[in-house]
């Protein structure tokens, strides 16, 4: 029960965000066609949105192979290495979205510039393109996480996120619902950026165990409670229900290095500052 809650919880958090995303740029696409009387291309909508989720399942697949190729210490760094890219794709991902406030302007301003040249293939590339760089993000994020806490916990939540999204994503644009997108991001961010930091500390882990970098201090605490005698974990360690569920959602360790614990607070600090920034220059 932990086990699953511990990978349901960050599953559903990064496919419903990952998938919203795609599905406002479909969105915003067809509204656009439908709005300026040009229904016939939305065909090649519904095209661009297949080939990118044929290219992500695709992508999935390859990522399934390469994970099982690594052994010993080649696994343990290919793992750290991983979550350590999938820390910085998810701040990517985070601060790039706090730039784009008129991001529905532009995709209709190239869609127009689509339809006045006749060219049907443009509009199949954008969607298929913003369908495909979301469904990869989702595979990095979901594998990184699958590695910290068993890809098999993850599957059910990933697979709630996406039809949620998906849901909502049309309740949105029937004009069902009304609510502002920016609050949604803002608080999936958060979330997110808590994620990113756990994977950024168990990436500096899985390094550790390969003997990438030093192990400084080994455990620079260790508040995990004793076993219980029954074998199962208490409430609080790590492994136990409401410990799993924090390290899942925000990379939370008992007994923590030295170095997981710098990677940690370095990162939320650095993303303090750039949410700032990044902020700022929004709202000019």
Do not use: C
């Not at 993850?154 to 849901?167: D, E, M, P, Q, Y």
């Not at 958060?190 to 400084?216: N, Q, S």
Request: charged share 15%.
């Amino acid at each position: 029960m932990a086990a699953e809650l511990s990978g349901f919880l960050p599953s559903f958090i990064i496919t419903f965000r990952e998938t919203l995303e795609a599905a406002l740029v479909i969105g915003v696409v067809l509204a656009f066609l439908f709005k300026t009387r040009q229904a016939s291309y939305s065909k090649f909508v519904y095209w661009g949105a297949g080939f990118g989720i044929i290219g992500s399942i695709a992508a999935a697949f390859l990522f399934n192979a390469l994970v099982g190729g690594f052994e010993g210490t080649a696994e343990e760094l290919f793992e750290g290495t991983l979550m350590l890219v999938g820390a910085a794709l998810v701040s990517w991902m985070i601060l790039w979205m706090m730039q784009q406030r008129n991001i529905a302007k532009k995709i209709e301003e190239q869609v127009e510039h689509n339809i006045m040249q006749h060219n049907a293939l443009a509009i199949t590339l954008l969607v298929f393109v913003s369908v495909l760089r979301e469904g990869v993000e989702t595979v990095i994020f979901l594998g990184a996480l699958g590695l910290r806490e068993g890809a098999s916990v993850s599957t059910a939540g990933a697979a709630i996120g996406i039809i949620v999204a998906l849901l909502f994503g049309y309740a949105l644009f029937r004009h069902f619902i009304s609510i502002r997108l920016k609050t949604v991001f803002t608080y999936t961010s958060i979330l997110l950026i808590l994620f990113a930091a756990g994977l950024v500390a168990h990436g500096i882990h899985e390094l550790e165990e390969a003997g990438v970098v030093p192990v400084l201090v080994e455990h620079v605490w260790d508040i995990n409670p004793e076993v219980n005698p029954d074998g199962s974990y208490p409430l609080l360690h790590e492994n136990g229900l409401i410990g799993s569920i924090a390290k899942g959602l925000f990379g939370y360790n008992g007994n923590p290095s030295l170095l997981e614990v710098i990677g940690y607070m370095a990162y939320l600090v650095l993303m303090y500052f750039l949410w700032k920034k990044y902020s700022a220059n929004s709202n000019k």
